[in-house]
């Protein structure tokens, strides 16, 4: 497993994450002992990098990774955010980044990990109530008491990286990026570059639209994202079909191209492979035999730009909740 550093001089990571979200029912039922014989079988592969959420499944992703890594905490990178507030109906109802908050956060997830510290501490969000230097400078004080390692932030504008950044140094941005989700590329991801971060990229099947998924049923939050919806969904068959052709040509599935992609934008950049199942695990390691030369990135580039996804990652709601979306001024 190749290696990637994380920021200035950080820490060594796989070149490929896990992230762990859809072993918590995000994507409909999971099943609890194939989520564990996937992190094992990832562990295996030589992935250190576990990405959680205390708020994936209301702290059960936390606690089924204590399950998974007993025994194995030195071999693993554990990055968290927190931030995010949940209700018992399965809503997410605000963002909470008080410093007091932080403090109360970190806690619980030290307790349901099975841990004395986090490897990566991440705010999930920016809070425009909350001046972002409170937030990353309650973190720094996690980190001078050992709590935490590293500190990060998601999906932050370039403005709010600079002013992180100026309270505490960062490792990472973690933030969506795919071939169809190229908006970073303009302001975001030169800033990154500019104070020395890597970012770990989520979403690089766009939640498994560019490798043909569809939502299993209403307890998959897909169902209710406009890129997997009414006419949305039908204008987006055709960048499968594009990635199917593609992936045809090099011997490849659409999911080891997607994710061949976002590896060759860079060796300050880790995506993460949303794999709940040991086949779909196996699927995203792969790519990492995979190298696209520059005429086919410009190829591949050419026949999906930017623009041409049919719909907003998340609904009208929570695209609210991205500093990363505001534009600058």
């Not at 550093?5 to 609890?32: F, R």
């Not at 140094?169 to 991801?189: D, F, H, K, N």
């Not at 086919?296 to 990363?324: C, F, H």
Request: glycine share 10%.
């Amino acid at each position: 497993m190749h290696r990637r550093t994380l920021g200035k001089n950080g820490p060594q990571v796989s070149a490929l994450g896990l992230g762990c979200m859809g072993t918590s029912d995000v994507y409909g039922p999971a099943d609890e002992a194939e989520s564990i014989a996937t992190i094992h079988a990832a562990l295996d592969a030589g992935i250190n990098l576990l990405d959680t959420g205390d708020f994936y499944g209301m702290g059960h992703n936390e606690m089924l990774l204590r399950k998974a890594i007993e025994g194995h905490r030195d071999k693993v990178f554990i990055a968290v955010k927190f931030g995010a507030l949940r209700g018992p109906d399965n809503s997410f109802n605000g963002l909470d980044v008080r410093p007091v908050a932080v403090e109360n956060f970190v806690t619980y997830s030290l307790r349901r990990l099975g841990t004395d510290y986090i490897d990566l501490y991440q705010p999930c969000r920016v809070d425009s109530n909350i001046p972002i230097e409170d937030t990353i400078g309650a973190i720094a004080d996690l980190v001078r008491a050992g709590y935490v390692r590293h500190i990060g932030v998601s999906e932050a504008s370039a403005d709010s990286l600079r002013r992180a950044y100026a309270t505490h140094p960062l490792a990472a941005l973690q933030i969506e990026y795919s071939i169809v989700t190229r908006g970073i590329e303009a302001e975001i991801l030169p800033t990154v570059r500019e104070l020395g971060m890597s970012v770990t990229a989520y979403g690089v099947l766009s939640r498994g639209l560019l490798s043909g998924s569809r939502p299993t049923g209403p307890r998959d939050f897909r169902a209710h994202l406009p890129r997997f919806t009414g006419e949305n969904f039908e204008k987006n068959q055709k960048l499968i079909e594009t990635f199917r052709e593609v992936a045809a040509g090099k011997n490849a599935t659409p999911a080891q191209i997607a994710i061949a992609w976002v590896l060759s934008r860079g060796a300050d950049i880790v995506p993460l492979a949303g794999a709940r199942r040991r086949s779909q695990l196996e699927d995203a390691v792969r790519a990492l035999e995979l190298t696209l030369s520059p005429q086919e990135v410009a190829e591949l580039e050419k026949a999906i730009p930017p623009d041409a996804v049919a719909g907003t990652r998340y609904d009208e709601n929570q695209m609210r909740w991205l500093d990363s979306e505001r534009k600058a001024g």
